[in-house]
C-alpha cells in the first residue's frame, strides 16, 4: 500500500513536469522565441530628410540642419538614473527633465531611447569621450526643420509637432505611427504626405551581453520631396516688411492662374519655436488674444464695405437696372423708410464711374434697392463669396453671403429694404475673406474668369497643374467689364485712391471702409496692376485699422518698392 502511494506521488510529480514542460516548449514556446530574438537583435533607427520648401525662382524657405541627440539603451544600463543624473551635468540640463523625456520616450528596452535633443556640437564631442564607460549611450545626428526666415510666410508654410491622437485616427492608414512628427496649418500640414520622410535603420544582432555579433540588414531611409511655391520671396519680404507689425492680411495673385505670389498674416509666428519645444514660446502663443496663430489671409471673415461695390455694379448693368450714363444725386445720405443711410460725404450727381471712384454709397443704396436682396446675393455667388476658393491649404472659412431665405432660416426674421441697403455697401450680415476679395477683384483683371488660388507648384519636380480646376467664366459682358474697370482705374486718377496716382506703374483698384460695432473700423484696398496688362492683384486689408485710405497708402507703398526691385 505505501508503495503504491508512492509509485503514485512520482508519477504525479512527472505529470506536472511533462505539463509544464508542455506549455513552455509548445504552447508558448513561439513567444518566447520571439522575445528571445528580441532580446538579441538591435535596430538603429536612420531617419531622412524631410522635403525643403522653396520659392518658385527656387530659393530656399525651409531647410533641414544637422542636430544631434542623445540615445540611452536601458537593456545595458541597470543603474539608468544615475546615468540621466550624469548626462544632466555633462549637458547643463535639469536631471528631472531628463528623466521625464526617459519615461515619455520609453518603448522597449530593446530600442534606443532619446532622452536629449538639438545638444550642439560642443556637448556632442564630450559624451562620445565619455562613452568608454558609459557604453549605453549613443550621440546620433538627425535632421532638424529649419525656417530661414524667421516668421516670413508663417501662415502659409505652417509648423511641425508630434501628430495628435485626431490626426492619427485620420492617417493611421497612411503609415503614419504615434510619436510622428508631422505638419500642423499651411504648406507643411496639407502636403505632410509628400514632405515627410521614411525611416530606415540597420539591423544587427548581439550576444547576451549586448555585444555586436553581425549585422542583419539595412533599410535605407527616404528622403521627403521638395515643394516648390508659387511665392515669390522677394515680393512675401517687401508685403510683410511693409505690413509690420499691423494687424491683417496682404496677398498678391496672379490674376490668370490664381498662383499666390504673396500671402501675408499679421501677426506672425515663429515655427521654430516649434521645432526646438521651446514651451513657453508656444504657450505664450496659444494664450495671446491677438490669436497669431490664426491665418487672416483664408482663416477669418470681415464686412468687405466698399470693395464689394464692383459685385453690386456688375449685378446691376447685366441685369439692365443701370447703364454706364445712369446718374443718383448724392445729398449725404439716403432715405430707406424712417431710416436715414448715410453717405461719407455729400457728392451731387454721380454716374457709375464717378460713385466707384467716389466711394458714394447713396449711389449704391439705389442701385442696391433696384436689384433687391436676392440678385446682390446671386452675383455675390458667382463672384465667389460664400463658398472655400479650394485654396491648396487647409482651414479656409467660406464666409456668409445672405439672403432673404437664409435670413428667415437663420434668423427668423423677414428681409427688408434696409437689409438691402446695407447690402449693396458690403456691410449688414455679408462676411467675406481677404482671399475671396484678391479672387474677386481678379475677375476684373482677367476678363472675367473666377480662377482658383494656389500656393505649390511643383512637388518632387512634378507640375501640380493637372490637379487644379480651371478658370470658370462668370458670364459678364465685355462692357460690363470696361465700365467696372474704368471706375476703378478713376479711383486712382482722382477718387479715394488718389494717393497711388503718382506711382510708375497704373492701377486700378477700389478702397473699403467697413464699419465694425463696438470698433474701429477695418481698412480695405483691392486693385490690379499694370492697368492695360495685369500681371498681379492685390488686397490689403487692415484689421481694426481706420479708413480704407491707410490701406492703399500700404497698398502703394507695396506696389512702389515692387516697382523699384524690378518685379512689375
Not at 521627403?224 to 517687401?238: A, N, R, V
Not at 464686412?303 to 449725404?332: D, R, Y
Request: include cysteine; aromatic fraction near 10%; charged fraction near 20%.
Amino acid at each position: 500500500m505505501r508503495v503504491k502511494i508512492i509509485y503514485s506521488g512520482f508519477f504525479l510529480l512527472f505529470a506536472v513536469i511533462f505539463t509544464g514542460l508542455f506549455f513552455l516548449q509548445v504552447i508558448k514556446g513561439g513567444s518566447y522565441r520571439l522575445l528571445s530574438e528580441k532580446n538579441c537583435v538591435r535596430l538603429m533607427p536612420q531617419e531622412g530628410t524631410r522635403g525643403k520648401i522653396l520659392d518658385l525662382n527656387g530659393k530656399v524657405i525651409v531647410d533641414n540642419n544637422l542636430s544631434y541627440e542623445v540615445t540611452l539603451l536601458p537593456q545595458k544600463n541597470e543603474k539608468v538614473d544615475s546615468t540621466l543624473e550624469m548626462l544632466a551635468k555633462a549637458l547643463g540640463r535639469n536631471p528631472a527633465v531628463l528623466k521625464k523625456s526617459f519615461r515619455q520616450n520609453l518603448v522597449s528596452s530593446y530600442l534606443p531611447v532619446t532622452v536629449a535633443s538639438n545638444i550642439g556640437t560642443h556637448s556632442a564631442i564630450i559624451l562620445e569621450e565619455l562613452k568608454a564607460d558609459y557604453p549605453e549611450i549613443s550621440v546620433a545626428t538627425r535632421p532638424l526643420r529649419h525656417y530661414s526666415y524667421g516668421k516670413l510666410a508663417s501662415h502659409l508654410i505652417g509648423y511641425l509637432g508630434e501628430i495628435d491622437r485626431w490626426r492619427l485616427t485620420r492617417m493611421a492608414d497612411y503609415g503614419y505611427n504615434t510619436k510622428d512628427i508631422v505638419g500642423f496649418t499651411g504648406v507643411e500640414e496639407r502636403y505632410d504626405y509628400y514632405l515627410r520622410q521614411e525611416e530606415g535603420g540597420t539591423s544587427i544582432e548581439v550576444d547576451h551581453r549586448g555585444r555586436f555579433v553581425r549585422i542583419l540588414g539595412y533599410k535605407p531611409p527616404q528622403n521627403g520631396k521638395d515643394i516648390i511655391l508659387t511665392i515669390d520671396l522677394e515680393i512675401q519680404k517687401i508685403a510683410e516688411n511693409c505690413i509690420g507689425d499691423k494687424k491683417g492680411s496682404v496677398i498678391i495673385m496672379d490674376p490668370f492662374s490664381g498662383a499666390i505670389r504673396a500671402m501675408v498674416s499679421r501677426p506672425g509666428f515663429q515655427a521654430q519655436s516649434f521645432v526646438q519645444k521651446d514651451q513657453a514660446a508656444i504657450k505664450d502663443l496659444f494664450s495671446d488674444e491677438s490669436s497669431p496663430l490664426l491665418n487672416r489671409a483664408i482663416s477669418t471673415r470681415y464686412p468687405p464695405g466698399s470693395v464689394f461695390k464692383m459685385v453690386v455694379a456688375a449685378a446691376a448693368l447685366e441685369t439692365a437696372k443701370i447703364n454706364p450714363s445712369t446718374t443718383h444725386v448724392c445729398e449725404g445720405y439716403y432715405q430707406v423708410g424712417k431710416q436715414k443711410f448715410n453717405c461719407w460725404s455729400s457728392h451731387g450727381i454721380q454716374d457709375l464711374m464717378d460713385a466707384i471712384a467716389n466711394s458714394c454709397n447713396n449711389y449704391f443704396y439705389q442701385t442696391g434697392l433696384s436689384l433687391g436682396g436676392q440678385a446682390i446675393h446671386d452675383y455675390a455667388v458667382k463672384f465667389g463669396f460664400g463658398k472655400p476658393t479650394n485654396i491648396d491649404i487647409f482651414n479656409e472659412t467660406q464666409g456668409i453671403v445672405p439672403s432673404p431665405f437664409w435670413k428667415k432660416f437663420t434668423r427668423l426674421q423677414g428681409w427688408y429694404n434696409g437689409d438691402t441697403a446695407n447690402f449693396s455697401i458690403g456691410q449688414g450680415y455679408l462676411l467675406v475673406t481677404p482671399l475671396q476679395v484678391v479672387r474677386m477683384i481678379a475677375v476684373f483683371a482677367n476678363n472675367g474668369f473666377l480662377v482658383t488660388p494656389h500656393v505649390v507648384a511643383k512637388i518632387g519636380g512634378q507640375d501640380t497643374l493637372i490637379w487644379r480646376k480651371k478658370p470658370s467664366t462668370v458670364g459678364l459682358k465685355q462692357s460690363t467689364l470696361e465700365a467696372i474697370n474704368a471706375g476703378m482705374r478713376k479711383t486712382i486718377t482722382s477718387g479715394t485712391g488718389a494717393v497711388m496716382a503718382q506711382l510708375p506703374v497704373e492701377v486700378a483698384g477700389k478702397t473699403g471702409t467697413a464699419q465694425v460695432f463696438g470698433s474701429r473700423t477695418h481698412g480695405w484696398f483691392t486693385g490690379f496692376f499694370p492697368y492695360k496688362k495685369p500681371r498681379f492683384v492685390i488686397c490689403v486689408f487692415l484689421e481694426n485699422g481706420g479708413p480704407g485710405a491707410n490701406a492703399s497708402m500700404m497698398a502703394k507703398e507695396i506696389i512702389d518698392q515692387m516697382c523699384r526691385e524690378g518685379l512689375v
